[in-house]
């Protein structure tokens, strides 16, 4: 049964919105007056969905929506908006709520928007159902120096992971940013061998070689080659591209001191922080991405 907990400092609004909602035999409808009293419920009752009001003392809406996105950043928040909330309103949305319903129509659109809300959920979960029972998913891609491309690619990535994985939005985030580096390193580095001293010397001289090499041979000719490989469990990512190679060896190390604030070294940090593992080959113009789904 879906819980709903209904959070509003006045009773009546509070008593009449929980009336609405508890017509619909499916969900069982909680009550708290306030935003304190709503964290203290969501730790006790876990519910599966909260309906707020705005405006409250003590710990308003948009507050509210701060602390649950801290550590239940997975339960959908409704807003109860009156006139006068709207800009507040906005700014919620902003943050992370799910949808809002205008108190003066709340006979009409609250249990509607709570059915949709619903709907989704029940979605997700047989998503995250079908993915635990991934045998493997396989793809590769060739890619010219375009960094479109490259961007492009690394965002399709970025989501195949963390949709068939649900990953939240900051494991997302880092994923995203491992596989982006490791692909962006194998264009800018590996295919149109550019040094990161350059770019530490003069930026625009790095962005400017980089352009006239894409269009030149024997760079132009070069490809990104990229292999992903997931199951309900684990995923590799492997990034080959057309370049001579680098001795992995000799890689700076990206935490000494003297080198965080300096190019060089900092998308490999990036990754080895974000990824399980990362590995490159002998000749170094290979690089493996590993991670788990379940991280320790």
Same mark, same amino acid.
């Given at each position: 049964m879906t819980t709903i907990l209904v959070?509003?400092?006045?009773?009546?609004?509070?008593?009449?919105?929980? @009336?609405?909602?508890?017509?619909?035999?499916a969900w069982n409808v909680i009550q708290a007056?306030?935003?304190?009293?709503?964290?203290?419920?969501?730790?006790?009752?876990?519910?599966?969905?909260?309906?707020?009001?705005?405006?409250?003392?003590?710990?308003n809406g948009l507050e509210l929506l701060a602390e649950l996105r801290k550590s239940h950043s997975h339960i959908p928040v409704i807003l109860m908006t009156s006139r006068g909330s709207e800009e507040i309103a906005v700014e919620a949305l902003q943050s992370g709520a799910s949808s809002y319903v205008p108190k003066r129509s709340l006979a009409s659109t609250?249990?509607?928007?709570?059915?949709?809300?619903?709907?989704?959920?029940?979605?997700?979960r047989k998503h995250s159902e079908l993915m635990n029972r991934l045998g493997e998913r396989?793809?590769?891609?060739?890619?010219?120096?375009?960094?479109?491309?490259?961007?492009?690619?690394?965002?399709?990535?970025?989501?195949?992971?963390?949709?068939?994985?649900?990953?939240?939005?900051t494991d997302r985030m880092r994923t995203g940013t491992a596989i982006e580096e490791a692909l962006l390193n194998a264009m800018y580095h590996g295919n149109l061998e550019v040094s990161s001293e350059?770019?530490?010397?003069?930026?625009?001289?790095?962005?400017?070689?980089?352009?006239?090499?894409r269009l030149a041979?024997?760079?132009?000719?070069?490809?990104?080659?990229?292999?992903?490989?997931?199951?309900?469990?684990?995923?590799?990512?492997?990034?080959?591209?057309?370049?001579? @190679?680098?001795?992995?060896?000799?890689?700076?190390?990206?935490?000494?001191?003297?080198?965080?604030?300096?190019?060089?070294g900092r998308g490999v940090m990036l990754m080895r922080a974000f990824m399980d593992d990362v590995s490159y080959n002998a000749v170094g113009n290979e690089v493996t991405l590993t991670r788990s789904r379940f991280r320790e």
């Open positions: 959070v509003d400092d006045s009773n009546v609004d509070r008593m009449y919105a929980a @009336g609405l909602l508890a017509h619909e035999n007056a306030d935003g304190k009293a709503a964290l203290v419920a969501v730790k006790t009752q876990a519910p599966d969905i909260i309906v707020t009001d705005i405006q409250m003392p003590e710990l609250l249990v509607d928007t709570i059915q949709r809300v619903v709907a989704a959920m029940q979605e997700t396989i793809e590769t891609y060739v890619l010219e120096n375009d960094v479109n491309l490259v961007m492009a690619l690394s965002r399709h990535l970025q989501s195949l992971l963390a949709d068939s994985w649900g990953l939240d939005r350059l770019k530490e010397r003069d930026h625009q001289a790095f962005y400017a070689l980089a352009d006239e090499r041979a024997p760079w132009i000719n070069r490809r990104i080659r990229v292999r992903i490989e997931m199951n309900a469990e684990t995923a590799k990512v492997v990034i080959r591209d057309d370049g001579t @190679g680098f001795d992995p060896a000799q890689l700076p190390d990206p935490t000494d001191p003297e080198n965080l604030g300096r190019p060089f």
